[in-house]
């Protein structure tokens, strides 16, 4: 028989699973209705109808109808597609996949920069992925991004802010690497190269309001970061 924590450890994968798998549900029932919409407008075969869906839906553009009804369900389908990419929202109203990516590269940034730990390659693999990631995402919705930013390049986060991190890690014990000024010149460092597509993904998509992963340019209410007390 099962035990109880072997049960709570497979629905804890529910969660997870069912948001990884909800987007590819909607992509195949999407695919499928257009499908059958192009062979009502004259598409000769549901093979070709499939096709047409597929080229639409993934903006692949290898395969365009050539009369107005057909072009017009091309440009819906194209659209709804881009919709589920990238406009997918939690069911919960403030939660966003852009601001978990955030939250998840600025982890990896800190790691690298300020906690005095011995460097491991996956952290600074996953901020290459992520950048990799966010930025033909945001280039494709006309965000101006650069390609090459360089450490120095300014970014969205201020160095107070970065100093208020460091304070509050400093008083729940964390291992911080002793130079501040070299801490926060590494982290800019890192945060430069997804900056910028970061905050315009965000400002794009409504995401909800996070310390360093959403539209800096609305006026949130920013609580300021307190140091915690170190527990005894």
Do not use: C
């Not at 924590?5 to 257009?34: H, K, T």
């Not at 009369?67 to 939660?95: H, K, M, Q, W, Y």
């Not at 965000?202 to 539209?215: C, G």
């Amino acid at each position: 028989m099962k035990t109880y924590e072997q049960r709570d450890r497979l629905m804890a994968l529910y969660a997870p699973l069912s948001l990884l798998i909800l987007p590819g549900v909607w992509l195949v029932l999407v695919l499928a209705g257009y499908t059958m919409m192009f062979r009502a407008v004259d598409v000769p075969t549901f093979t070709e109808a499939f096709r047409t869906s597929g080229s639409s839906l993934f903006t692949l553009g290898f395969l365009q109808p050539r009369d107005l009804p057909g072009v017009t369900l091309a440009f819906s389908e194209a659209f709804i597609g881009l919709g589920l990419l990238v406009f997918l929202r939690s069911p919960e109203p403030n939660r966003s996949w852009v601001t978990a990516a955030g939250a998840v590269l600025d982890a990896a940034a800190i790691h690298l920069s300020t906690i005095d730990v011995p460097r491991e390659p996956q952290a600074a693999l996953l901020i290459r992925a992520g950048y990799l990631a966010l930025r033909p995402i945001a280039e494709f919705f006309g965000s101006e991004v650069d390609s090459d930013p360089q450490p120095t390049d300014p970014i969205s986060i201020a160095r107070d802010e970065f100093d208020a991190l460091y304070d509050r890690m400093a008083a729940a014990g964390v291992p911080l690497v002793a130079d501040r000024d070299q801490a926060w010149r590494d982290f800019a460092g890192w945060r430069v190269n997804y900056d910028a597509p970061l905050l315009a993904l965000a400002r794009l998509v409504a995401a909800p309001y996070a310390m360093w992963s959403s539209d800096r340019s609305l006026n949130f209410r920013r609580p300021p970061l307190r140091p915690t007390r170190r527990r005894r």
